[in-house]
Nanobody, 113 residues
Framework: VQLQASGGGLVQAGGSLRLSCATS????????MGWYRQAPGKQRERVAI???????NYADSVKGRFTISRDNAKNTVHLQMSSLKPEDTAVYYC????????WGQGTQVTVSS
């Protein structure tokens, strides 16, 4: 399984970004999928998950600001991020949920104040 996150960048506080995760080597349709992030000096944390049936769950810190979605036909998962805060600065990764795949390349999100 290969995972490739993209869409990160530098944005001012209050701005928006849309992350995408392209997967290959497996169909994601039967898998829960998630977005995770790791800030400098901190452990990787779960941001949002979407199960095979479409149900979602969010970390309290992003609830109401982030939206996870999936396109099974394109084997892609997205994370729409709005009202970004400096504390959202991190490298963002996608993976399945529960995690059983190797981590792919993340995408850097930097939010300036």
């Amino acid at each position: 399984v290969q995972l490739q996150a993209s869409g990160g960048g530098l944005v001012q506080a209050g701005g928006s970004l849309r992350l995408s995760c392209a997967t290959s080597g497996i169909s994601i349709s039967r898998n829960g999928m998630g977005w995770y992030r790791q800030a400098p000096g901190k452990q990787r944390e779960r941001v949002a998950i979407i199960v095979a049936g479409g149900g979602t769950n969010y970390a309290d810190s992003v609830k109401g600001r982030f939206t996870i979605s999936r396109d099974n036909a394109k084997n892609t998962v997205h994370l729409q991020m709005s009202s970004l805060k400096p504390e959202d600065t991190a490298v963002y990764y996608c993976n399945n949920f529960p995690i059983s795949w190797s981590w792919g390349q993340g995408t850097q999100v930097t939010v300036s104040s």
